[in-house]
Antibody
Framework: EVQLVESGGGLVQPGGSLRLSCAAS????????MSWVRQAPGKGLEWVSGFSGSGSGGSTYYADSVKGRFTISRDDSKNTLYLQLNSLRAEDTALYYCAKDLGSSWPVYYFDYWGQGTLVTVSS | QSALTQPASVSGSPGQSITISCTGT?????????VSWYQQHPGKAPKFIIYDVTNRPSGVSNRFSGSKSGNTASLTISGLQAEDEADYYCSSYTGSSSYVVFGGGTKLTVL
């Protein structure tokens, strides 16, 4: 059974930093592209960032809204995906989901499994 | 404002069929057959229900179907059931630096 478990969310002041983690199990983590998708309270879904699977050179992808502030990474030996959030703003407040991509290696941006999310609140 | 436009709400009675539209541009929905749909129940993570415009992942009911015409994609749910009451989101690959965009979501109410 595929499982994705996010952690690391919390309350942080504007300008602060946070590191999210996503522990994966139930599939061969290394070969699949992975993404972070967020959902602001009461709002819709927004893709944030993606990381290609093995065999594709470790390519990373970012939404324009987070480019230069967020950094995605993965540790295939630990089956874990990360998202480093820096220079946080109030508009970054959201539930952050980790999502497995349907495609291996290169992302196809179809998310067939999702975690339950970790809440990031940016407020003073 | 979301990149893809969906109606805020739709409703239908049990057994009926409903269709949810998802309108984009030639840079996303109209330019690629890479449209997907997700179902999200309150307090739950989204569930993947349609990809490549018309394909259903294994285990998804055949009551769910997708289509596309020009810049507008559609999700049709036939034989409505109470458990279908949820929010539905469309998504499309985009050739821009945003890579993938979502619609604003549609709340389906089963009367």
């Amino acid at each position: 059974e595929v499982q994705l478990v996010e952690s690391g969310g919390g309350l942080v002041q504007p300008g602060g930093s946070l590191r999210l983690s996503c522990a994966a199990s139930g599939f061969t983590f290394s070969i699949y592209a992975m993404s972070w998708v967020r959902q602001a309270p009461g709002k819709g879904l927004e893709w944030v960032s993606g990381f290609s699977g093995s065999g594709s050179g470790g390519s990373t992808y970012y939404a324009d809204s987070v480019k230069g502030r967020f950094t995605i990474s993965r540790d295939d030996s630990k089956n874990t995906l990360y998202l480093q959030l820096n220079s946080l703003r109030a508009e970054d407040t959201a539930l952050y989901y980790c999502a497995k991509d349907l495609g291996s290696s290169w992302p196809v941006y179809y998310f067939d499994y999702w975690g339950q999310g970790t809440l990031v609140t940016v407020s003073s | 404002q979301s990149a893809l436009t969906q109606p805020a709400s739709v409703s239908g009675s049990p057994g009926q069929s409903i269709t949810i539209s998802c309108t984009g541009t030639s840079s996303d929905v109209g330019g690629y057959n890479y449209v997907s749909w997700y179902q999200q129940h309150p307090g739950k993570a989204p569930k993947f229900i349609i990809y490549d415009v018309t394909n259903r992942p294994s285990g998804v009911s055949n009551r769910f179907s997708g289509s596309k015409s020009g810049n507008t994609a559609s999700l049709t749910i036939s034989g409505l059931q109470a458990e279908d009451e949820a929010d539905y989101y469309c998504s499309s690959y985009t050739g821009s630096s945003s890579y993938v965009v979502f619609g604003g979501g549609t709340k389906l109410t089963v009367l």
